[in-house]
């Protein structure tokens, strides 16, 4: 099946704008505390990190994210108006570290193409106590890595489909080269960012016959502490990829795939809530990681909450609409009326989409990943 073989997704898109003007979700009262650690949602988990899409726009059409054909020279991206500015998003996410978060990672659509990102980065930086982290796919990286790391860029994410350069240029759907990714990766790792993580959606018939590949290529020498690859199954995210479970690689696949060339056993997680399993090569050399949002569904330790492009709150990836904080930003209300909106939300959170997903529900009105980050 070519990579271009999309079944025509135009009928099952929702125009985007409507999911946008479909308006924001009450914000519920919230419950006082004391005690900030104490934040916890209807299934006790806690706040700890904290994703913000600094843009709705990016250079690359992936195929299961912004496909070209809803996202094309006519889609209406945020007027600049509507996107929170490097103030207000540096006071959510101040908020937001009072109420527990210690985790900050800069999405977008593509982060590096908002002008002046490292300002943004040393702004939030400056926040105490936080592990600031960032997903690019890599195209204006090269550029930037060394700025980023000095402006205080802890760790980056840069996403990588294929190595082999027709189906990369075919997903990416943008003709953009595997070559010039790698090259930003090794100035990353030169301008000191280590162990950066390699996100690959894996999808079958598309680039699985890649899942192999990427881990001899990444698979670092003894003793080097090298790139982590992360496979990540296919989701239903928003409503335009076209998903369907046929499409979906089960992680454990591409485990048994990777373990019969390159013996591998699992890994403790890092933290709880750490999102991909992690598995190490026997050889000592290196490990690599699955997201399986599909098939291994992860809900039960999601910590995560995502503030999208235009300031509005989602607590989960797959949520159909969130909680605007933009009007709370700019109608004058303190630091603690927005901390009691985030908690009232925060507290009446009860998400678990991937425990609960059907064929019907992956064809429900989901927010786009490109407007709240993935
Ligand atoms: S589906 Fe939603 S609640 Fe479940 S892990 Fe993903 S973001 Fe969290």
Redesign the pocket.
């Known amino acids: 099946m070519s990579v271009n073989a999309r079944p025509s997704i135009i009928q099952s898109v929702i125009p985007i704008a409507d999911l946008r003007q479909a308006g924001s979700l009450p914000i519920p009262a919230h419950v006082p505390s004391t005690d900030a650690t104490a934040l916890r949602d209807q299934r006790g988990r806690q706040l700890r990190d904290l994703r913000i899409s600094v843009t709705d726009r990016c250079n690359f059409r992936c195929t299961y994210c912004m496909p070209k054909e809803v996202f094309d020279n006519n889609y209406q991206y945020l007027p600049h108006a509507e996107v929170l500015s490097f103030e207000e998003i540096t006071r959510v996410a101040r908020i937001a570290v009072g109420q527990g978060v210690r985790k900050i990672r800069l999405t977008g659509g593509e982060p590096l193409m908002r002008r002046g990102i490292e300002e943004l980065v040393a702004m939030l930086a400056a926040i105490p106590d936080i592990d600031l982290t960032l997903t690019t796919n890599g195209s204006a990286l090269k550029a930037k890595a060394a700025t980023l790391k000095a402006a205080g860029l802890n760790r980056l994410t840069v996403s990588l489909d294929s190595l082999d350069d027709k189906t990369f240029r075919a997903m990416n759907d943008v003709d953009f080269p595997v070559a010039k990714v790698l090259e930003a990766i090794d100035a990353a790792n030169a301008a000191g960012f280590e162990q950066i993580k390699i996100n690959m959606v894996v999808k079958r018939g598309v680039n699985d016959h890649q899942v192999v590949q990427m881990a001899k290529f990444f698979k670092p020498a003894h003793g080097m502490p090298g790139n982590i690859v992360r496979y990540i199954e296919f989701m239903d995210v928003g409503s335009t990829n076209g998903w369907k479970m046929d499409d979906v690689i089960p992680s454990q696949e591409v485990v048994n795939r990777i373990h019969a060339v390159l013996p591998c056993q699992p890994a403790n997680p890092n933290h709880l809530g750490e999102v991909a399993k992690r598995w190490r090569y026997l050889d000592g050399a290196g490990e690599f990681g699955v997201i399986s ?1 599909v098939t291994e ?3 039960g330790t ?1 910590t ?1 909450a995502r503030l999208s492009t235009d300031g509005s709150l989602y607590t ?3 949520a159909q609409r969130g909680y605007d904080l933009k009007t709370l930003l700019r109608s004058g209300a303190d630091d603690v009326a927005i901390a009691n909106a985030i908690v009232g939300i925060w507290q009446s959170r009860q ?4 425990e609960v997903r059907t064929a019907e529900t992956a064809r429900e009105r989901k927010v786009e990943m490109s407007f709240i980050g993935g």
């Open positions: 949002s569904a992860f809900c999601c995560r989960c990836l797959f998400d678990n989409y991937s």
